[in-house]
Nanobody, 123 residues
Framework: QVQLVESGGGSVQAGGSLRLSCAGS????????MGWFRQAPGKEREFVAA????????YYADSVKGRFTISRDNAKNTVYLQMNSLKPEDSAAYYC????????????????WGQGTQVTVSS
C-alpha cells in the first residue's frame, strides 16, 4: 500500500507559478511511475504529466507542455509538479497517482491516489 499526500495548491493570478508536491509513504517509492492528473467541476479527470521510476522519462499533456515540469526525488519519496505561466483553464483539483507498471496517461491504470490539492487561477 502506498499513501500519497499532495500539497502546494492555492490561488494565483494568470501568468503566475505554483509548485505542487506529492509525498509518498508506506512502501518504497522508487518502483512506481508517478502521474499528475486534474479534474475541474463537471469535467472528466484529465492527464497532466507522468514520470518514470528513475525520473529520466517524462510525458506531458499537450495543454501543459512547455509550462509544467514533473520531477521526482526518490530519496525523499516525493514527486513535484512545477507549474509556470498558469492560465485560468488550469484551475482544477490536482491529484498525484502511483502505478507499478510504468507511465500511463490513463488514470484508470493507476493503483494509488492522493486526496488532491486545489489550484485556482484568476484572470
Amino acid at each position: 500500500q502506498v499513501q500519497l499526500v499532495e500539497s502546494g495548491g492555492g490561488s494565483v493570478q494568470a501568468g503566475g507559478s505554483l509548485r505542487l508536491s506529492c509525498a509518498g509513504s508506506g512502501r518504497t517509492f522508487s518502483p512506481y511511475a508517478m502521474g499528475w492528473f486534474r479534474q475541474a467541476p463537471g469535467k472528466e479527470r484529465e492527464f497532466v504529466a507522468a514520470i518514470g521510476q528513475s525520473g529520466t522519462s517524462t510525458y506531458y499533456a499537450d495543454s501543459v507542455k512547455g509550462r509544467f515540469t514533473i520531477s521526482r526525488d526518490n530519496a525523499k519519496n516525493t514527486v513535484y509538479l512545477q507549474m509556470n505561466s498558469l492560465k485560468p483553464e488550469d484551475s482544477a483539483a490536482y491529484y498525484c497517482a502511483a502505478r507499478i507498471l510504468g507511465m500511463s496517461s490513463n488514470w484508470r491504470q493507476y493503483e494509488y491516489w492522493g486526496q488532491g490539492t486545489q489550484v485556482t487561477v484568476s484572470s
